[in-house]
């Protein structure tokens, strides 16, 4: 009886280790289509150069060399100096944000799955998290402004370093489903899908801009956009960014940091696997 029941549980073990073994070889082989996908459409553009968005790409050349002037003097510089200062100002209790982020990942392995709350974390969150532990105000605008320069001038200390979020758990496998999921689902009044406009459409014009490829997608961010500093608005958080990607499809956004965008942001991380951080980037 009791060898039975040794067996049968050692059986249940056994049989759900080689499930996540088998999801996690899917999640490789999700990654190697995805990226494989990309290869062929654009060869001459290597997996590195992606974290430059849409000027990776040859059918945007033409404008390529425009903002490689404007990044001589790049217009987020002046701003990367206050957010340098915000991140290192101390908390009325003397901490800083770097006391909380030295106990988390570094910033190419976020977003990451975190098995005690079976929630995923992104920089936003953690961000909020680290001024509420210290007794701070969290921030309430998640879509631009102060989040977006802390959250810039955490992840720029990485980088040039190769995305490489963890996704060897089963709970992070069920995330990451949500997140693919999300990403290949058409949606709104125009019934179209991520993927429709950044894989299929990639390189292809639409209404005067050039599609990127969704390989890098995120890499670059939070962004500074010529367009948003228009509006006195400069800096946009990725999940700024999905909220304008839904919204052009007549696709009802949700809201940033919502349990959508942040599956959303963990499976484009992991199909960046390789890719580098290049942050802040400039984008029209
Ligand atoms: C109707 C086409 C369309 C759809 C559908 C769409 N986008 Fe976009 N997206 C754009 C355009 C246009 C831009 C600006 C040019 C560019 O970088 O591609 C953009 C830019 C982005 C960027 C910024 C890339 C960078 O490096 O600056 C991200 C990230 C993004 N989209 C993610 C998404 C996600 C995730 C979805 C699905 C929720 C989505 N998009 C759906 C058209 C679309």
Not at 56 to 73: C, D, S, V
Not at 86 to 98: D, H, R, V
Not at 184 to 203: E, I, M, P, Y
Not at 269 to 277: D, F, I, Q, S
């Amino acid at each position: 009886m009791k060898v039975a029941s040794l067996a049968v549980m050692a059986g249940c073990i056994l049989g759900v280790s080689t499930l996540y073994a088998e999801q996690t070889a899917m999640v490789e082989k999700d990654i190697a289509a995805f990226q494989g996908y990309f290869s062929k459409q654009f060869p001459g553009v290597a997996l590195e150069a992606y974290e430059d968005g849409v000027n990776a790409l040859p059918q945007y050349a033409h404008r390529r060399a425009n903002w490689e002037i404007l990044m001589e003097f790049a217009p987020f510089e002046p701003e990367m100096e206050i957010a340098r200062e915000e991140w290192a100002t101390p908390f009325n209790n003397g901490k800083t944000f770097s006391d909380c982020f030295k106990n988390n990942p570094a910033g190419n392995k976020y977003p990451y799955y975190d098995a005690d709350t079976d929630d995923i974390r992104t920089v936003e969150g953690d961000i909020n998290a680290c001024l509420t532990a210290n007794g701070e105000e969290p921030i309430k605008n998640l879509k631009n402004g102060k989040i977006a320069r802390l959250v810039a001038a955490f992840r720029e200390q990485f980088n040039g370093q190769p995305m490489a979020v963890d996704v060897s758990n089963a709970g992070a496998q069920s995330w990451y489903e949500k997140g693919r999921k999300f990403y290949w689902t058409k949606r709104g009044q125009l019934n179209f899908s991520c993927a429709d406009c950044h894989v299929t459409s990639a390189g292809k014009n639409i209404r005067g801009d050039v599609l990127s490829a969704g390989l890098g997608h995120g890499t670059g961010f939070p962004v500074y956009r010529t367009k948003w500093a228009v509006a006195g608005k400069p800096w946009g958080t990725v999940h700024r960014r999905y909220d304008g990607c839904n919204k052009q499809v007549r696709a009802k956004p949700f809201k940033p940091q919502s349990a959508e965008y942040k599956a959303l942001e963990y499976y484009e991380a992991v199909m960046n696997t390789g890719v580098p951080l290049k942050v802040p980037s400039q984008r029209q």
